[in-house]
Every structure is written in C-alpha cells, then in structure tokens.
C-alpha cells in the first residue's frame, strides 16, 4: 500500500505545473519604480482598473500590453475553479501588506481557438497545484461565466 502511495505521490508531482514564485521583496521594488498606489486597487468591482493592469504586467513580466485585454481567474488545487478578479487582488493585497513572502500563480495568454472557446485573452491561475489551460471543458466554462 505504501507503493502505491509513493507511486501515487510521485506522479501527481511530476505532472504538477510550475507556477510561477513572485517575491515580494522585489515585486515591491518594481511597484515602487513604477509608482503603483495599491489603495486604488478596487476590491468592488469586476471591472480590471489601470493599476490593477500594471500589476499583471509586472506579474506577467513581459512586454504585451495588456491595456484592454480580458482575462479569467481561475483557482482550486485542481485549475477548475472560476474564481473573480476581486478575489485575486484581495489575496495579492493582502500578502503584499502583510508581508507574506510569496505569491503563486501563472498568467496564461491564450491562442486565438483558446480565446474563442473562452472569450478570455489571459487565464490567471492562482492557488493551484496542477492546470491546464488547454482543458476544453475549462475553457467553455470561463465563456459561460462571462458576462456577455
């Protein structure tokens, strides 16, 4: 039974996606140099702001322009659970201030039959053990709970 077990443990690990490890000590340098006021953050609304923008580019740590985009936020261990994008930045916010040295997630730009099945350009997974952006059924689910 322990084999198995062990078996069971090493595959689950091997499959598991890397999430990317943001930390804070030099995500908080970025948002100083880029002068990002963290008390905009708007934990009332769905609605993605300017600030919030910014800090999914410096997430994002590329140089698309993000301005405009539409994005998921997905969670769960298992990658399927259609999260909000206030839930998002109320964890981001609050490991920020209370110096919780870590943020996991990963941000995935979708391709154009991604963003058809999905009417989402960007997936941004956040506490989860394993993902999968290409998951068919996930993608229909974002479309779904999208407000048309």
Do not use: R
Request: charged share 20%.
């Amino acid at each position: 039974m322990k084999m198995i077990v062990l078996i069971l443990c090493f595959f689950l690990d091997a499959t598991a996606q890397n999430n990317t490890i943001v930390h804070f000590e030099e995500l908080k340098q970025s948002i100083l140099n880029e002068n990002i006021n963290l008390d905009t953050i708007d934990l009332s609304s769905e609605v993605i702001n300017k600030t919030e923008i910014k800090i999914l580019q410096l997430l994002n740590n590329t140089a698309d322009d993000l301005n405009g985009k539409s994005f998921a936020f997905v969670s769960g261990s298992t990658g399927t659970f259609i999260s909000k994008k206030t839930v998002f930045f109320n964890y981001f916010k609050d490991s920020f201030l209370t110096k919780n040295d870590v943020l996991s997630y990963s941000i995935i730009k979708l391709n154009p039959d991604q963003i058809k099945l999905s009417n989402t350009d960007y997936i941004v997974f956040f506490w989860t053990k394993t993902y999968n952006a290409n998951s068919k059924a996930l993608l229909k689910k974002i479309k779904n709970t999208k407000p048309q």
